[in-house]
């Protein structure tokens, strides 16, 4: 069993499947840990039957990491944008405004599809890639930094995982180096390459760049270099 992964994912939910795909798919060894193992049926208990919406743009990602073919038939797509404008003493509608997307574009603003099978699919994915392994059942306990690599990370109930990187689900423990100083933030963090990333270690010429992003899919920006 290894122990030496390039990146560790705590939290295997929407956002943290999608990313362990993004970067599997960009070549890292990535180590995807969560406490507790994905409801993958809807009619199963525990099942998340809320939905996610993607915007236009993830069609890209989701497609370059081998998703989008799973997912697209499922996809319901977001052809109207409405705006209501509740407010007011008064619990009625005041203004309603209405946008179409073929207004602006010949595709749909975006695509809704279920959690449950967002989880289902995106396993299914990660099983196919050998530089990927998924670890439900197990959560992180701990993390600490080291002068020998970026990240060491305890896990229950064994501990001894080692990273260079290590993400959550709602944001990002990022690096400027391997032997620097990990940083934890509430808030999304992104990572950018700089002209001096290493091909021998591709995160090496990572840096932490501090955005405030309004969505979590924050995560999925980490794994396409500009």
């Not at 699919?121 to 020998?148: D, H, K, Q």
């Not at 709602?170 to 990333?197: E, I, N, V, Y």
């Amino acid at each position: 069993m290894s122990t030496d992964y390039d990146i560790v994912i705590s939290g295997g939910g929407v956002a943290g499947l999608t990313a362990a795909a993004a970067m599997g798919s960009a070549g890292f060894s990535v180590l995807l840990c969560d406490p507790t193992p994905p409801v993958i049926a809807q009619d199963q208990a525990g099942a998340d039957l809320r939905t996610t919406a993607f915007l236009q743009p993830a069609q890209q990602l989701l497609d370059e990491i081998g998703l989008w073919n799973r997912l697209s038939a499922h996809a319901a797509p977001l052809q109207i944008m409405r705006i209501v404008d509740a407010g007011g003493p008064e619990p009625e509608p005041r203004v309603v405004r209405e946008f179409n997307a073929a207004d602006i574009s010949s595709g749909p603003f975006g695509w809704n599809l279920p959690n449950w099978l967002l989880r289902r699919e995106i396993v299914a994915r990660l099983s196919e890639m050998p530089n990927v392994t998924f670890r439900p059942g197990t959560g992180t306990a701990s993390l600490l930094t080291r002068e020998s690599e970026a990240l060491r990370l305890s896990r229950l109930p064994v501990s001894g995982f080692e990273a260079a990187m290590m993400t959550r689900s709602c944001g990002l423990f990022g690096l400027s180096r391997p032997r620097s100083t990990a940083r934890a933030d509430p808030s999304p963090w992104c990572l950018c390459p700089t002209a001096t990333a290493c091909p021998a270690r591709p995160w090496s010429g990572w840096k932490t760049v501090p955005r405030r992003c309004a969505s979590r899919a924050c995560p999925f920006r980490v794994s396409r270099p500009r």
